[in-house]
């Protein structure tokens, strides 16, 4: 047989004496593929055949990239289970496991000036091994180590002392490496990783056997159960050194050279095994060239889809709606107030969306108060105009009423016939409630998530709105949509969604931010308080209420349990109605009440009859009181930020002085008391959102799991906002540049969009 050879760009040169036995002249056009068997099959091809072909080097990649972990050296069974249990089945897999962190083990370092605080790398010899016991009464190993320099200790707590013994003998030298503590004038290293130098061997050689660990900058990675980080290392280092190669980026030439990337396999490398000159600095903190072209490959995928995504709406056919001015323009008689700056832009927005021929998909969002279910209110009177039905979908009860409560008495005096649907409601109410629907006579229906549910029909659905869409799943905005043909989209969030956060999450919706709150507001008060100061915050309650104002007391919890030393909303309200406030009247709220009670409730509380109204977070959202102008929070540290600036927009809605009052534990850390200052610092919503989410990180931040969240592998929303910006401008260019992705150059881009979004892009025509 002939000899094949490869050469570095993976061309494959054919022997003469095998082009003659094919009988194929120089440079006739031949077509390779591998089969399962990994033989390669060549065969004759015309130039337009050649064109439809995979092509030979990406075959090769892709084949290279989707081997098994159980095939590289080092890797038994175990092993490959505990990979799998990192999410790692291919060595593809394993090149995107970026390490956590780095350390620099580029210098061995003298026991004398060992760093504390550092993982530092020195040579030394054991001097003496001892047991003995912490003062706490536990077991250590102790074994001092030194060199010409000084002697530093070692200790472990977690220890075999049969094992310890035989390896920590006086005398043998090792090359250490462990984070250098300092206590007082000790310097104490836990339980170093060690190398043994054998007597006959120099450290030379002992470091040049194992260039992963020593003599560089390591890398340090997420483990699971039955893998070590030396192990860890090692594996890594082959699979980056064989592998990382076959990494090829499919984004144009163009887009790389504009943004300073380099390529994926060299990224790759660097950020696996940095070189000798990096920076330690800059690539912990995820700054070099390697993470930013990483993060944006992945952020540029992500956009591309979500822009085809968007540009598919625009394909659909919707409802073009003319704005005739029949309700919006007496609505706008009726108010006692005009329209701020913002909700004029917003609501042209919302007009111009409208009119389109597709169907609108529009995200508002807008603080607190900010004024955007009037907005929501005028885009429903639009639909009413055109003889279209409207859908107002709330997450609770209460909002949802609270909704109805304020749109009905509008929509009364225009003569458009609004409908609450709830789940509580049973019988001959929902039959009627149903049919109103069905027929059309209810024109604009609002409320919770009954208003989706299957036995709900409606005659002619042609804008669907859903208020605080992060408690829905994306999945609701869809079952909404088929509730009519193509209705308009409008979702409204009241929890400013920091920007990167919503443009991954809501990537496919366009935006409408209302920044401005309407005039004649003065902003509310913060202030933190700790538990002993009690009687502070009972004796502001008293004054506001002595002068005819209101106050909200909110508690996490609805039942004292044994176990939780929480205030029970029901407990507190006992106790301040005899105890503390027997002059006003105090209310209780929580959700186990029956709608008929809330509503009594609140009722009561809109019409001053209840003074303090002491409430579990159902009231969170939406509820509208101007009088009230006090918030207390109860165990104000168990809420996140973006909620208690939810809670906070509760009052401050009339023109009086409004205060927040945060009760915090006396046990609370100094971080935790840092974080309720930041809500005496600012009452922007967005200021605090990214606060918020900086500590809590997405998946929290958004309360459950938002379903179609991604999950990125190396890149992270916090850190790397700049670059989703940088990618998402890139990839919503090229969509509008060839929006189905039918130029032949963009034909690799689009088949590697499709495997990263897996089943996730319902696309016409893409997937
Ligand atoms: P959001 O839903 O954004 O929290 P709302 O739409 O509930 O805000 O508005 C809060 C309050 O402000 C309501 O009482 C509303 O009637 C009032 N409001 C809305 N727009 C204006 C405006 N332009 N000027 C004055 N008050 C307004
Ligand atoms: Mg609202």
């Known amino acids: 047989m002939p000899k ?31 089969d399962d068997k990994g033989r390669i099959i060549l065969s004759k091809v015309t130039p337009t055949m050649a064109r439809s072909l995979p092509n030979l080097s990406e075959s090769i990649r892709s084949r290279n990239l989707s081997t098994g972990m159980q095939f590289i050296k080092g890797v038994g069974p175990k092993m490959a289970e505990a990979f799998e249990r990192l999410g790692i089945r291919t060595v593809e897999e394993a090149l995107y496991l970026i390490p956590l962190r780095y350390e620099d083990r580029r210098e061995l370092r003298p026991v004398a000036r060992l760093r504390p605080g550092r993982t530092e790398v020195f040579e030394a010899v054991v ?70 130098i054998a007597a006959d061997d120099d450290i030379e050689a002992v470091m040049a056997r194992d260039p992963a660990t020593y003599g ?6 997420h483990l699971s159960e039955g893998l070590h980080q030396k192990a860890m290392r090692h594996i890594m280092k082959q699979v980056v050194d064989s592998f990382a190669g076959d990494v090829e980026s499919h984004i144009n030439e163009e887009i790389l050279t504009r943004h300073h990337l380099i390529p994926l396999s060299e990224a790759l490398r660097e950020a696996h095994f940095p070189s000798p000159e990096a920076d330690i600095l800059q690539i912990n903190s995820g700054s070099t060239a390697a993470h930013h072209s990483l993060v944006f490959d992945e952020f540029f995928y992500l956009e591309l889809g979500l822009a085809l ?6 394909l659909e056919e919707g409802i073009a709606f003319e704005v005739n001015h029949k309700y919006t323009k007496p609505l706008l008689k009726l108010l006692p107030f005009t329209l701020t700056h913002a909700q004029r832009r917003v609501l042209s927005e919302l007009k111009e969306d409208m009119m389109a021929p597709f169907p609108m998909h529009r995200l508002i969002q ?12 005028m885009a429903a009177l639009v639909a009413v105009e055109n003889g279209y039905q409207v859908a107002i979908m709330a997450p609770t009860e209460i909002l949802a009423e609270q909704h109805f409560l304020n749109i009905h008495g509008w929509c009364d005096a225009l003569g458009v016939k609004t409908v609450l649907l709830t789940s509580s409601q049973k019988g001959k109410e929902r039959a009627v409630l149903l049919e109103q629907v069905g027929d059309g006579t209810a024109q604009i229906v609002i409320g919770t998530h009954a208003v989706i549910q299957e036995k709900v029909e409606f005659h002619r659905l042609g804008l669907g709105i859903i208020d605080e869409q992060h408690r829905f799943g994306v999945l ?41 709150l309407p005039p004649g507001r003065t902003p509310v008060e913060t202030k933190v308080y700790a538990e002993s100061r009690r009687k502070q915050v009972y004796g502001l309650i008293r004054d506001e209420v002595n002068s005819g104002r209101q106050a909200y007391i909110i508690c996490p919890l609805v039942e004292e349990s044994e176990k939780s030393e929480l205030k029970a909303a029901a407990q507190v309200a006992e106790e301040l109605q005899t105890g503390v406030f027997p002059e006003f009247r105090v209310g209780l709220l929580h959700g186990r009440l029956r ?24 009231i969170e959202v939406g509820i509208d009181v101007p009088n009230a102008t006090v918030m207390v929070v109860e165990h104000a540290e168990r809420f996140g930020l973006s909620q208690l600036h939810q809670l906070r927009g509760r009052v401050g809605r009339g023109s009086h002085q409004s205060h927040c009052l945060l009760i915090a534990s006396e ?101």
């Open 476 to 516: 609701q905005r869809g079952i909404l949509k088929r509730k009519g043909e193509n209705p308009d989209i409008l979702v409204m969030t009241a929890t400013p969604i920091p920007r990167t956060l919503a443009m991954t999450v809501f990537g496919d919706l366009s935006l409408s931010v209302i920044d401005e």
């Open 667 to 767: 046990r609370l850390s100094d971080d935790g008391v840092k974080r309720l200052r930041v809500m005496e610092g600012t009452t922007d919503g967005f200021r605090i959102a990214e606060a918020d989410l900086e500590i809590r990180g997405p998946g929290d931040f958004l309360g459950t799991r938002q379903a179609g969240l991604p999950e990125f592998r190396v890149a992270s929303i916090l850190r790397d906002g700049r670059i989703l910006e940088e990618a998402r401008r890139e990839a919503f260019t090229l969509i509008e540049r060839d929006p189905e992705l039918k130029l032949p150059e963009h034909s690799r881009l689009k088949g590697e969009m499709v495997k990263r979004w897996g089943g996730r892009l319902e696309l016409a025509g893409v997937a």
């Open 4 to 34: 094949v050879t490869i050469d570095d760009s993976l061309s494959i040169s054919l022997p003469e004496t095998l082009l003659t036995e094919l009988s194929l002249g120089r440079g006739a056009q031949l077509d390779a593929e591998i």
């Open 366 to 377: 807008g603080d607190v108060g900010s004024g955007k279910t009037l907005v929501a209110l």
């Open 216 to 221: 560089r900058i390591v890398p340090v990675y």
């Open 309 to 314: 995504k968007r540009r598919g709406f625009t």
């Open 595 to 618: 709608p008929e009670e809330k509503e009594a409730v609140m009722a009561s509380f809109k019409a001053n009859e209840i003074h303090i109204l002491v409430a579990t977070t159902v």
């Open 127 to 196: 001097v003496s091994a001892t047991t003995s016991s912490t003062r706490g009464g536990r077991s250590q190993y102790e074994v001092i180590v030194g060199d010409e320099t000084g002697t530093v200790s070692l200790k472990w707590f977690n220890f075999n002392t049969l094992w310890m013994k035989k390896a920590w003998h006086p005398g043998r030298r090792g090359i250490f490496t462990g984070e250098v503590n300092q206590f007082g004038h000790r310097r104490e290293i836990h339980h170093p990783e060690v190398e043994w």
